[in-house]
């Protein structure tokens, strides 16, 4: 158990609509950083938070965003939905986010399935 | 450039042998190099990691190693057993910088018993 908890595990929704997903960081982590992993296309990282701000963006569609609460915990809304959206989202967290060396602590993820 | 290229996608190896996992980037400034494994249902975990001021790192059955010159990097996995059996991503990343970290596709491994 990494210690990064994501709400809901399974997400079954239809096009068009818009879902929220939620992770929770490790005790401690200030950083939280989302993936979207697809069967082909391996782990593609989205965005990351670091103490309620956006730090770094990587293939995020307009389509998505995210953001990361006082608490910590982030949240990655998805909008307007298409059938390529389905995939894994993983949600990860660090101690900093200062540095692309820090261990990264990933999520169970959410399995969302847009039909 | 922020590409980190992986393979073989999949792979298939006898219990006991050596699983061999290779990697190729090409932005110079990426030093930090982390494997990670995947077992089905759950998320990436850190396996093992290297800077580029080494040329290789052990950690019990597995191993990475690493040409700078060559700007490739590879995991091999020694006497592979049926618990390795998973999916390993390579990943590159900046130390210096709030940089992402660039993920290979990953190879799903599996270990005949």
């Known amino acids: 158990d990494s210690g990064v908890t994501q709400t809901p595990k399974h997400l079954i929704t239809a096009t068009g609509q818009r879902v929220t997903l939620r992770c929770s960081p490790r005790?401690?982590?200030?950083?939280v950083y989302w993936y979207q992993q697809s069967l082909d296309q391996g782990l593609q990282f989205l965005i990351q938070?670091?103490?309620?701000?956006?730090?770094a963006k990587g293939n995020i569609l307009e389509r998505f965003s995210a953001q990361q609460f006082p608490d910590l915990h982030s949240e990655l809304n998805l909008s307007s939905l298409e059938l390529g959206d389905s995939a894994l989202y993983f949600c990860?967290?660090?101690?900093?986010?200062?540095?692309?060396?820090?261990?990264?602590?990933f999520g169970p993820g959410t399995r969302l399935t847009v039909l | 450039q922020q590409q980190v290229k992986q393979s073989p996608q999949s792979l298939i190896v006898q219990k006991g042998g050596i699983s061999i996992i290779n990697c190729a980037y090409e932005?110079?400034?990426?030093?930090?190099f982390p494997w990670y494994q995947q077992f089905p249902g759950k998320g990436p975990a850190l396996l093992i990691a290297?800077?580029?001021?080494?040329s290789e790192k052990k950690e019990g059955r597995f191993t990475i190693s690493f040409n700078k010159s060559a700007k490739q990097f590879s995991l091999h996995i020694m006497d592979s057993q049926p618990g390795d059996s998973a999916t390993y991503f390579c990943?590159?990343?900046?130390?210096?910088?709030?940089?992402?970290?660039?993920f290979g596709s990953g190879t799903r491994l599996s270990i005949r018993p």
């Open positions: 990860a967290s660090s101690e900093t986010g200062g540095g692309g060396g820090r261990e990264q602590f």
């Open positions: 005790s401690g982590d200030l950083s």
């Open positions: 938070y670091y103490n309620g701000e956006e730090r």
């Open positions: 932005n110079t400034a990426f030093d930090y």
């Open positions: 290297i800077r580029p001021d080494v």
């Open positions: 990943a590159a990343s900046m130390i210096s910088s709030a940089s992402k970290i660039i």
